[in-house]
């Protein structure tokens, strides 16, 4: 048997996927999970959960994301990316764990695909342009060559009765085309091979043009295609049944294959965007839509923050506000800062729709727990961007939350067309003073019960007030989830010490005037970083030995005080000599 | 070993010189020849009138359901009755069967819970047993519920002595935990995988948590072919409080709601290349199985690490 592996074939009919459905469909012997996301993208993955191999198409299809039935882990519309990991509720998925997806074509009523497809798909010339009608789909217990040598004699009438004669008008790689002709009518029909597996085919055909009595033909082709198996299957039978085409998986990433670690990469600018939309959120506040020139955006969860480069060479951090599922795009807010170095007076002035812009992988630093009895989300300001993310996630699983939003009125605040579908869990607190905001959130951290969780951003006095108010409520810290926009502590770099790395084996003096960091970099060690003043958590090391003077604004107190992890942008040591798990 | 292996489907000495469990005493009529399949190999088994017991290789003079006649038995293959069960091996059989000393108190019952056929190898079917992160999506209401997800840390150890995997200090959060109360609480855990094919979990049991007692549930697997399993499942509890038909029934529902999801495991034999799937954090237990059954040099039910 040749396969070809090259070739797209037609997997299943637009018809196979309704809302909301997993269709289970077969290429070359490999499994397909086929879903047709709310948004009207069609995925076709590999039939198969990375993490225990369970079949995908028995997952829910929950509109934005695909769970899996077994341990409901998440995967991302598009990506296919992991979103979400229920057993370990605090940490944010590794980005790369991703199922194995084929490409998904939507085109003349079917679906169409390829297992390792060369070059892009092109729709059959006779198809172009023409209003197609798709026929019922008829699967044959038969190898492929077995199929195609019968189907060059299929039978059919153009009106669906009477004679005809037919011909085979075009032969070629994946489908025949037939031409029929009566005394007062003629059709065109193209018959599709889909190959399921060495010894089983789909026949999939298609008229070129629409009947006028399309239940009328249905039922012809079908009584006549039927018949055809009949007669294709009583061949196979009297022949050996082939041997079911060996499919390997393939394997996980190294990396995977170990217990998930932080994703390693410095603060690179890897992926390239366009800015297709940029418009006014509120006063002061940008939004940029952007899109990736070619390929897919990698996977998201919420929370999550990207490093934008601007065209003025500086870098910045900016939290996505897309809800989960909303893989075409990265959606950011940008307050105009009037303090600004030229980051946000950037992005306000300079950059436009239509420009380029590098921008980093998103980094999940501030995750989402899904395993709440509930959850409080507080925004200050333009703190408000992963917070809405967050909401929607947790608006679309259904899980109770509230959220607060704080701002100078409802023309600073913004994102109405966002909080608008979030209905009554979001309050909105405007024009408030710092004493009335104290007084709104004690009331609003009041009653703390277990498995409870509070996420605060917003600027930094406020964000101070929430921790303290939400300690002095009874919130545990590890209830306390915070993330600041900046670090506004004055950093000082004035002593000397020393840094051993555990893992590469090195041995590093870190003199006044630089940073732990950059003495890693100096010394050609690869570590990941984004903001680099302290307040984002990506360059976060793990402390074997000594005691760091922590200079940074991501850690919580227990954190800090347990002496177990070193935020190595801004962070130096106490003890003369720091071991780093590096 | 003490048969020809020549005409033997599965060739991995690794699985046929073990033990393996081909029903529960109770469920056997006495007198009458049964049939079973293991490693794709025909046997019978039987328990005459003064209650001794047989197995052989399957022959045509003693269909099933026949009268068992102890003359006509041809091939012999060797018994062993421990834990409630009929054992037999194929190969070499060991010196002994693992221990369990639960099993031997006397207050104690042990209530086989079923047999149930499963188109997956065992040694899926063992990860299975092993996983509490499936209980809330999996076992909904009875085991675990949403959105109390989280697999807390907990230990696993290969133990050199006993050989045997045992993992510690497992908890997960159970609804209607105690039966005298509405609230959900965390439920403590002990897994024991003692044999390849044979697992056990220790779980508080209501009413004797004080005394530091412990139920224990266990899943026996006969494993027919490479991808074809029966579990016989049973539990040894202190105090029957509910009726054995409950607790059958009650297991009954958990294993017809793992069924499906083993049924639709890809591949169906346990693929012991560490690269193949990917474990989290969770999934200890499980990775150290997988690396004890690499260790052991098992091929037979599994896709063997490559190298």
């Given at each position: 048997?040749?396969?070809?592996?090259?070739?797209?074939?037609?997997?299943?009919?637009?018809?196979?996927?309704?809302?909301?459905?997993?269709?289970?469909?077969?290429?070359?012997?490999?499994?397909?999970?086929?879903?047709?996301?709310?948004?009207?993208?069609?995925?076709?993955?590999?039939?198969?959960?990375?993490?225990?191999?369970?079949?995908?198409?028995?997952?829910?299809?929950?509109?934005?994301?695909?769970?899996?039935?077994?341990?409901?882990?998440?995967?991302?519309?598009?990506?296919?990316?992991?979103?979400?990991?229920?057993?370990?509720?605090?940490?944010?998925?590794?980005?790369?764990?991703?199922?194995?997806?084929?490409?998904?074509?939507?085109?003349?009523?079917?679906?169409?695909?390829?297992?390792?497809?060369?070059?892009?798909?092109?729709?059959?010339?006779?198809?172009?342009?023409?209003?197609?009608?798709?026929?019922?789909?008829?699967?044959?217990?038969?190898?492929?060559?077995?199929?195609?040598?019968?189907?060059?004699?299929?039978?059919?009438?153009?009106?669906?009765?009477?004679?005809?004669?037919?011909?085979?008008?075009?032969?070629?790689?994946?489908?025949?085309?037939?031409?029929?002709?009566?005394?007062?009518?003629?059709?065109?029909?193209?018959?599709?091979?889909?190959?399921?597996?060495?010894?089983?085919?789909?026949?999939?055909?298609?008229?070129?043009?629409?009947?006028?009595?399309?239940?009328?033909?249905?039922?012809?082709?079908?009584?006549?295609?039927?018949?055809?198996?009949?007669?294709?299957?009583?061949?196979?039978?009297?022949?050996?049944?082939?041997?079911?085409?060996?499919?390997?998986?393939?394997?996980?990433?190294?990396?995977?294959?170990?217990?998930?670690?932080?994703?390693?990469?410095?603060?690179?600018?890897?992926?390239?965007?366009?800015?297709?939309?940029?418009?006014?959120?509120?006063?002061?506040?940008?939004?940029?839509?952007?899109?990736?020139?070619?390929?897919?955006?990698?996977?998201?969860?919420?929370?999550?923050?990207?490093?934008?480069?601007?065209?003025?060479?500086?870098?910045?951090?900016?939290?996505?506000?897309?809800?989960?599922?909303?893989?075409?795009?990265?959606?950011?807010?940008?307050?105009?800062?009037?303090?600004?170095?030229?980051?946000?007076?950037?992005?306000?002035?300079?950059?436009?729709?239509?420009?380029?812009?590098?921008?980093?992988?998103?980094?999940?630093?501030?995750?989402?727990?899904?395993?709440?009895?509930?959850?409080?989300?507080?925004?200050?300001?333009?703190?408000?961007?992963?917070?809405?993310?967050?909401?929607?996630?947790?608006?679309?699983?259904?899980?109770?939350?509230?959220?607060?939003?704080?701002?100078?009125?409802?023309?600073?605040?913004?994102?109405?067309?966002?909080?608008?579908?979030?209905?009554?869990?979001?309050?909105?607190?405007?024009?408030?003073?710092?004493?009335?905001?104290?007084?709104?959130?004690?009331?609003?951290?009041?009653?703390?019960?277990?498995?409870?969780?509070?996420?605060?951003?917003?600027?930094?006095?406020?964000?101070?007030?929430?921790?303290?108010?939400?300690?002095?409520?009874?919130?545990?810290?590890?209830?306390?989830?915070?993330?600041?926009?900046?670090?506004?502590?004055?950093?000082?770099?004035?002593?000397?010490?020393e840094v051993a790395l555990a893992r590469s084996a090195l041995t590093l003096?870190?003199?006044?005037?630089?940073?732990i960091?950059?003495v890693l970099?100096?010394n050609g060690i690869?570590a990941?970083?984004?903001?680099?003043?302290?307040?984002?958590?990506?360059?976060?090391a793990t402390v074997i030995?000594?005691?760091?003077?922590?200079?940074?604004?991501?850690?919580?107190?227990?954190?800090?005080?347990?002496?177990?992890?070193?935020?190595t942008?801004?962070?130096?040591?106490?003890?003369?000599r720091l071991v780093l798990d590096i | 070993?003490?048969?020809?292996?020549?005409?033997?489907?599965?060739?991995?000495?690794?699985?046929?010189?073990?033990?393996?469990?081909?029903?529960?005493?109770?469920?056997?009529?006495?007198?009458?020849?049964?049939?079973?399949?293991?490693?794709?190999?025909?046997?019978?088994?039987?328990?005459?009138?003064?209650?001794?017991?047989?197995?052989?290789?399957?022959?045509?003079?003693?269909?099933?359901?026949?009268?068992?006649?102890?003359?006509?038995?041809?091939?012999?293959?060797?018994?062993?009755?421990?834990?409630?069960?009929?054992?037999?091996?194929?190969?070499?059989?060991?010196?002994?069967?693992?221990?369990?000393?639960?099993?031997?108190?006397?207050?104690?019952?042990?209530?086989?819970?079923?047999?149930?056929?499963?188109?997956?190898?065992?040694?899926?079917?063992?990860?299975?047993?092993?996983?509490?992160?499936?209980?809330?999506?999996?076992?909904?209401?009875?085991?675990?519920?949403?959105?109390?997800?989280?697999?807390?840390?907990?230990?696993?150890?290969?133990?050199?002595?006993?050989?045997?995997?045992?993992?510690?200090?497992?908890?997960?959060?159970?609804?209607?935990?105690?039966?005298?109360?509405?609230?959900?609480?965390?439920?403590?855990?002990?897994?024991?995988?003692?044999?390849?094919?044979?697992?056990?979990?220790?779980?508080?049991?209501?009413?004797?948590?004080?005394?530091?007692?412990?139920?224990?549930?266990?899943?026996?697997?006969?494993?027919?072919?490479?991808?074809?399993?029966?579990?016989?499942?049973?539990?040894?509890?202190?105090?029957?409080?509910?009726?054995?038909?409950?607790?059958?029934?009650?297991?009954?529902?958990?294993?017809?709601?793992?069924?499906?999801?083993?049924?639709?495991?890809?591949?169906?034999?346990?693929?012991?290349?560490?690269?193949?799937?990917?474990?989290?954090?969770?999934?200890?237990?499980?990775?150290?199985?997988?690396?004890?059954?690499?260790?052991?040099?098992?091929?037979?039910?599994?896709?063997?690490?490559?190298?």
């Amino acid at each position: 048997m040749h396969i070809d592996l090259n070739q797209w074939h037609p997997i299943a009919s637009s018809s196979d996927l309704p809302k909301r459905h997993i269709f289970h469909g077969q290429l070359w012997g490999r499994e397909l999970a086929v879903w047709r996301a709310d948004d009207g993208h069609v995925n076709v993955w590999e039939n198969r959960c990375l993490h225990r191999g369970v079949r995908l198409s028995i997952g829910l299809n929950e509109g934005r994301e695909l769970r899996c039935l077994y341990h409901g882990w998440r995967y991302a519309n598009r990506t296919a990316g992991c979103t979400y990991i229920p057993a370990h509720p605090a940490d944010a998925p590794a980005r790369t764990i991703s199922n194995n997806t084929y490409p998904g074509i939507e085109a003349h009523g079917l679906i169409w695909s390829a297992a390792d497809p060369v070059g892009e798909f092109n729709t059959p010339e006779a198809l172009q342009g023409s209003d197609v009608f798709a026929l019922r789909a008829i699967p044959v217990n038969a190898a492929l060559e077995l199929v195609l040598s019968h189907a060059r004699g299929y039978q059919f009438s153009p009106s669906g009765e009477g004679e005809a004669s037919v011909s085979v008008q075009n032969e070629t790689a994946g489908f025949i085309t037939l031409h029929a002709k009566s005394a007062n009518a003629e059709a065109t029909l193209l018959l599709f091979f889909q190959p399921v597996d060495a010894g089983r085919t789909v026949l999939r055909g298609v008229l070129t043009a629409k009947p006028d009595t399309p239940v009328a033909l249905l039922r012809h082709h079908n009584q006549a295609m039927s018949a055809m198996r009949d007669q294709i299957e009583a061949k196979a039978a009297a022949m050996d049944r082939p041997e079911p085409i060996n499919v390997t998986f393939q394997r996980v990433d190294a990396e995977l294959a170990q217990m998930p670690a932080r994703a390693k990469s410095g603060p690179k600018a890897e992926l390239r965007v366009s800015v297709t939309h940029k418009w006014q959120v509120a006063t002061g506040i940008a939004g940029f839509r952007l899109e990736a020139l070619s390929g897919q955006l990698p996977t998201f969860q919420p929370g999550a923050h990207i490093d934008v480069r601007l065209p003025n060479g500086l870098q910045r951090q900016y939290s996505l506000t897309n809800g989960p599922g909303e893989t075409d795009h990265y959606a950011i807010g940008v307050k105009r800062d009037p303090a600004s170095r030229g980051g946000s007076e950037c992005l306000h002035d300079v950059v436009q729709q239509g420009d380029v812009l590098a921008i980093s992988a998103p980094r999940s630093n501030f995750p989402l727990r899904r395993d709440a009895l509930k959850t409080i989300l507080i925004a200050g300001g333009i703190g408000i961007t992963p917070m809405l993310a967050m909401a929607q996630t947790l608006k679309v699983q259904h899980l109770p939350f509230e959220m607060h939003c704080f701002a100078q009125s409802a023309a600073h605040l913004g994102f109405d067309d966002i909080l608008n579908t979030l209905g009554t869990s979001t309050t909105r607190h405007l024009g408030l003073d710092p004493d009335a905001t104290g007084a709104v959130l004690r009331d609003i951290l009041t009653g703390y019960g277990e498995a409870h969780h509070v996420y605060i951003c917003g600027p930094g006095p406020m964000l101070e007030a929430a921790r303290t108010i939400a300690g002095n409520c009874g919130w545990p810290e590890d209830a306390i989830h915070f993330e600041y926009f900046k670090n506004t502590n004055e950093i000082d770099d004035s002593s000397t010490f020393e840094v051993a790395l555990a893992r590469s084996a090195l041995t590093l003096q870190v003199p006044a005037g630089k940073s732990i960091l950059e003495v890693l970099r100096e010394n050609g060690i690869d570590a990941p970083s984004s903001c680099e003043q302290g307040a984002c958590g990506t360059c976060l090391a793990t402390v074997i030995e000594g005691e760091p003077e922590h200079q940074d604004v991501y850690l919580s107190p227990r954190e800090r005080a347990s002496n177990k992890s070193i935020i190595t942008c801004v962070s130096r040591a106490k003890s003369k000599r720091l071991v780093l798990d590096i | 070993m003490t048969q020809s292996c020549t005409e033997l489907a599965c060739a991995d000495p690794v699985i046929l010189n073990q033990w393996h469990p081909l029903t529960s005493i109770d469920e056997i009529t006495r007198g009458l020849v049964h049939h079973t399949v293991l490693l794709e190999q025909p046997v019978s088994y039987a328990q005459d009138d003064a209650d001794n017991l047989y197995v052989w290789h399957r022959c045509e003079t003693l269909p099933a359901h026949a009268r068992f006649d102890v003359t006509k038995k041809q091939k012999p293959l060797p018994v062993l009755q421990q834990h409630g069960y009929l054992w037999t091996c194929i190969g070499t059989p060991p010196a002994t069967l693992f221990s369990v000393a639960e099993m031997e108190e006397p207050d104690r019952q042990n209530v086989p819970t079923g047999v149930f056929g499963v188109n997956v190898s065992a040694g899926r079917a063992i990860e299975n047993f092993l996983d509490m992160g499936h209980f809330p999506f999996v076992h909904t209401g009875i085991l675990g519920e949403e959105p109390h997800t989280e697999v807390k840390e907990y230990d696993v150890e290969l133990s050199e002595t006993r050989d045997e995997i045992l993992a510690t200090r497992c908890r997960f959060y159970q609804p209607k935990a105690a039966l005298a109360s509405d609230g959900g609480a965390d439920v403590d855990y002990v897994f024991r995988v003692p044999h390849i094919n044979c697992a056990l979990l220790f779980k508080s049991s209501p009413g004797f948590e004080a005394e530091g007692r412990m139920d224990v549930i266990y899943m026996f697997l006969q494993p027919m072919g490479r991808e074809w399993t029966r579990a016989h499942t049973g539990m040894c509890v202190i105090d029957l409080e509910n009726s054995y038909s409950g607790i059958r029934y009650f297991q009954q529902t958990i294993f017809g709601q793992d069924k499906p999801i083993l049924e639709n495991q890809f591949p169906k034999q346990l693929p012991l290349d560490t690269r193949a799937e990917t474990p989290i954090r969770a999934d200890k237990s499980a990775i150290a199985y997988r690396r004890w059954l690499t260790k052991k040099g098992l091929t037979y039910g599994v896709i063997p690490a490559a190298g």
